[in-house]
């Protein structure tokens, strides 16, 4: 089981930055791939980034959206259970409740982590607002 609580959303700017948090509970934190998720009212939930398990042979591989490339950096610390995503440039569209995601990923068996259905785990979000 895997515990996940975001933080460090708000209200921001168009143009500023922000850099969301994602604290794991767990001794597997290294063995999972974690993403991020967003939703904006009356949308689906759509792929921003994910990062790589450490134990993979991929380890630390990072995925983004094509929305937020050169944007936003995702980042992870294995040793503090943390994943984090630096937002930089950011635009009203960007405005969305954001959720952190995690899934073991220890096995032969390849998964798409940027599909919201590969993930166990969610967190409860966080609401990231950007004004114009």
């Known amino acids: 089981q895997v515990q996940l609580v975001e933080s460090g959303g708000g209200l921001v700017q168009a143009g500023g930055s922000l850099r969301l948090s994602c604290a794991a509970s767990?001794?597997?934190?290294?063995?999972?791939?974690m993403g991020w998720f967003r939703q904006a009212p009356g949308k689906e939930r759509e792929f921003v980034a994910a990062?790589?398990?450490?134990?993979?042979?991929?380890?630390?591989?990072?995925y983004y959206a094509d929305s937020v490339k050169g944007r936003f950096t995702i980042s992870r610390d294995n040793a503090k259970n943390t994943v984090c995503l630096q937002m930089n440039s950011l635009k009203p569209e960007d405005t969305a409740v954001y959720y952190c995601?995690?899934?073991?990923?220890?096995?032969?068996?390849?998964?798409?982590?940027?599909?919201?259905?590969?993930?166990?785990?969610w967190g409860q979000g966080t609401q990231v607002t950007v004004s114009s």
């Open positions: 990062i790589r398990a450490a134990i993979r042979w991929n380890s630390g591989r990072t």
């Open positions: 995601a995690a899934v073991w990923d220890g096995s032969a068996r390849y998964r798409n982590i940027e599909t919201k259905s590969e993930y166990d785990y």
């Open positions: 767990g001794r597997t934190f290294s063995s999972n791939s």
